[in-house]
């Protein structure tokens, strides 16, 4: 009995299906397809390559290709799709499509695959990645063989992916794509397909159980982090101006720096506050938490402790954060346009009074402190953070690694008119893509980039280093290297003479990690002092190249640091009353 041969492609009817496929893209406003190189994503990369209004960028491992494509979405606001060839490759883009996930951005997840007759029978490179993302896709579809269904079918895919990843709830999409042999395309373009135009989003008004709560004294809003833009950043001022509620502001918020903060009560001491007994003394009758939980630990101890009447989360991306197990209320509605609704209906006049006062002061009075406590310490992460806070121009772009980093942003950096973006993957908060997030960013800004990151974050993505030659990109990196996981000396396991815990959790690697920098082709920079660090900020924060700054610092010294800043505001702040 014979064997039927394998179906083959037509390269024409393929290229056309993939061509329209893309079109559609760009004409839904995608500008940008970060690919890696590879065998079965032939027709794929081709078909992006050849297509008007794309930009294609070359990575070499999905992993760090899917944190620059998550990096460049978020400092562009736009989609952009990844693409990559089938098996283990997919599943690198895992860490990114999560992050994006439980961020809200959108990004289109475009694998390839081996057709239905060589799944099962152990063709290399193949596995099944129907449904690979698993809950962490927005929506997952696999298409019919490409080329197999008219070029307006995959116009019509591509449409799809694109309102699916931006509304209602915006995230990553993944649409697997199977190829059949041969993958070459043809030289000839194929004829145009009619695309679609990108519906309007929908704006909600629903101002939930806010509404009834506007006229409470003694509110308190917390900000987590948020991508708002100008428009929203100046409606949360806006509301808390008219409602005299203070913001605890979270250094990813957008809300802690720009010409807002002249005329708004903004908290940036809210980490060292909340574990005062002053902050247990004057509990809020209404809590509105928007986007993400806060970095702030102090803070989710404090919800624990104290709480509110009613805890309100205002959260778009279905997140609703309650760590504590105190929301009352939930409010699905983008943070911006919910404070522009309800300031319409609150008189246009400054209602700040004592409680307002007190919280505003009680703030200098923690500020002082602890940049006196930071002044007077030695040269560490804090110090670091204070230089970073000096160093960067108005407007720049600040990426900050999770871990210790963004905690140290947390403590330390203060409020300031000056603008100053800073971005962190506080969706699922791990530490890895942290090098390709800030490279992605660099690419979609005009505005100086630098990446504040610790030791293990770096070396989870120390790869990612290569593309900033590949892709001419701009970036300097800052490195505290503590020689392992600093963050894990706040644990109190920590101080157990039973656990060798410096083997097990600190994890130290024992390696100079400025020799990453002549691998990628960039520049080193050692500071050992403030005056070195201030220095080195100046000359290369916007220059041109990548330039990695290793600071060494003293993990011991960073958690003295932040126990006795909360300390001190404790005792600052005992007998303070307005």
Request: proline share 8%; aromatic share 4%.
């Amino acid at each position: 009995m014979g064997v039927s041969p394998l179906p083959v492609a037509d390269p024409n009817d393929t290229q056309a299906w993939c061509r329209a496929f893309f079109a559609q893209l760009a004409a839904c406003g995608i500008a940008h397809v970060a690919a890696s190189p590879g065998s079965r994503s032939t027709p794929m990369t081709v078909a992006a390559d050849r297509t008007d209004g794309l930009e294609v960028s070359m990575h070499l491992d999905e992993r760090s290709g899917g944190f620059f494509a998550l990096g460049l979405a978020r400092a562009t606001s736009r989609p952009v799709a990844m693409l990559c060839t089938s098996g283990t490759a997919a599943a690198n883009y895992m860490p990114a499509v999560v992050e994006a996930f439980h961020s809200g951005v959108p990004l289109l997840v475009l694998t390839s695959d081996r057709p239905p007759e060589l799944q099962n029978r152990g063709a290399p490179q193949t596995v099944d990645q129907q449904g690979l993302y698993g809950n962490h896709a927005r929506w997952a579809t696999t298409s019919a063989v490409a080329g197999t269904q008219p070029a307006g079918e995959a116009a019509s895919l591509a449409h799809q992916a694109v309102v699916r990843a931006t509304r209602p709830i915006p995230g990553p999409v993944h649409v697997n794509v199977p190829l059949r042999e041969p993958l070459e395309p043809s030289a000839d373009d194929p004829p145009p397909v009619g695309l679609l135009p990108l519906p309007p989003g929908a704006v909600s008004s629903d101002p939930g159980p806010l509404l009834g709560l506007l006229g409470t004294e003694r509110g308190l809003m917390v900000a987590g982090a948020l991508d708002l833009d100008t428009t929203g950043v100046g409606a949360l001022a806006e509301l808390a101006r008219r409602t005299g509620w203070p913001i605890l502001a979270d250094p990813a918020s957008g809300l802690r720096r720009g010409p807002h903060t002249a005329a708004t009560p903004i908290l940036a001491t809210g980490d060292h506050l909340m574990r005062s007994s002053w902050s247990d003394r004057h509990r809020p009758d209404v809590v509105v938490q928007f986007g993400a939980m806060p970095t702030s630990k102090g803070y989710r101890l404090w919800l624990d402790r104290v709480g509110a009447d009613r805890v309100v989360a205002v959260d778009h991306l279905d997140r609703f954060p309650d760590a504590a197990l105190r929301v009352t209320d939930r409010v699905a509605v983008e943070p911006g346009q919910l404070a522009a609704l309800l300031t319409t209906h609150l008189p246009s006049t400054d209602r700040s009074g004592p409680w307002t006062a007190a919280w505003v002061g009680a703030n200098a009075r923690a500020a002082a402190v602890v940049t006196d406590l930071v002044d007077r310490a030695p040269f560490d992460e804090p110090a670091v953070t204070i230089a970073l806070d000096r160093a960067l121009p108005s407007g720049a772009n600040l990426v900050v690694a999770n871990s210790m980093p963004l905690r140290d942003l947390d403590a330390f950096l203060p409020t300031s008119d000056r603008p100053l973006r800073i971005l962190a993957n506080r969706g699922a908060s791990g530490i890895d893509g942290q090098v390709s997030t800030a490279l992605g960013v660099a690419a979609g800004s005009s505005a100086p980039t630098v990446l504040f990151t610790g030791d293990l974050a770096f070396l989870h993505d120390v790869g990612g280093l290569t593309a900033a030659g590949r892709l001419d990109l701009d970036l300097t990196v800052v490195l505290v290297d503590n020689d392992g996981g600093g963050i894990f000396r706040f644990l109190p396991i920590a101080d157990e003479s039973h656990v060798d815990h410096h083997r097990l959790f600190h994890t130290p690697h024992g390696l100079d990690l400025g020799h990453a920098a002549a691998l990628a082709g960039g520049h080193l920079h050692r500071p050992t002092d403030r005056t070195g660090l201030d220095q080195v900020l100046s000359a290369t924060v916007g220059s041109r190249g990548l330039h990695l700054v290793h600071v060494v610092v003293d993990a011991s010294t960073n958690v003295g640091l932040h126990r006795a800043a909360a300390i001190a505001v404790d005792r600052a702040l005992a007998d303070y009353e307005i």
